[in-house]
């Protein structure tokens, strides 16, 4: 079962900022008052807070801070699939700009405001349209009204055949320079392998994006499942800051930087 863990961070921020707040204007004198009864603390002399009290205390301004940043900001992901290579890596940890296109409440993903919309070629992260929860890294290939064919592993964009470029054969694959306007990127063919179930023609919904990974044939993309509505889209991805396929092997920094 997967954890929701947008959902459990508003939870948490949102329990620990009621109490926090519960105590600056009610509990914090009521407490005072009735250690002052007593006669268990000097005038100047704090009580000692419940425990609740005190883990608000505590963790509600870091809660915050992360909260804030990861659903308006920038957001962390690892990959867990090969289905972007050669452009991700199992392992590898991205950042997502959260901002690129629009600022979403978090959990609701409502947009409140306004600030670009996925490009074509970008790399985006979104919400499986199959269940809203799990995320999903691919690259957008498709925009609103678009028509996107795929044939003998070929793509085509509004009947146009979108340029490649062999670069090498690394049995079973080869791999290929793709060109999107002013978007190069590198992506996998399998050798001997037919498409099959991936070739079609799709047109693209208004509010909706076609989405594929680099992987060409082993990638689970818009060729089985549609398209992406636009309140699922969670950001884009921009840059890698650490590879670590295992907590069997070491982290390493050698892949640190952009995202083409």
Known sequence: MDIDFPLVLVVLTLVTGVVWLADKLFLKKHRLAKAGEQGAVDDDQEPKKPWLVDVSHSFFPVLAIVLVLRSFLVEPFQIPSGSMLPTLEVGDFILVSKYAYGLRLPVVGTKVLEVGDPERGDVMVFRFPEDGVTNYIKRVIGLPGD???????????????????????????????????????????????????????????????????????????????????????????????????????LPSFDRVGGIE
């Open 147 to 249: 028509t996107i064919r795929y044939r003998n592993k070929q793509l085509f964009i509004n009947d146009e055949p979108v340029a490649r470029d062999f670069v090498a054969r690394l049995p079973p694959m080869e791999r290929w320079r793709e060109e999107m306007g002013d978007v190069e990127h590198d992506i996998y063919l399998t050798m001997g392998r037919v498409s099959g179930a991936g070739e079609g023609e799709w047109k693209v919904p208004a509010g909706h994006y076609f989405v594929m990974g680099d992987n060409r044939d082993n990638s689970n993309d818009s060729r089985f499942w549609g398209t992406v509505p636009d309140e699922l889209v969670v950001g884009k991805a921009f840059g890698i800051w650490m590879h670590w396929k295992s907590f069997t092997s």
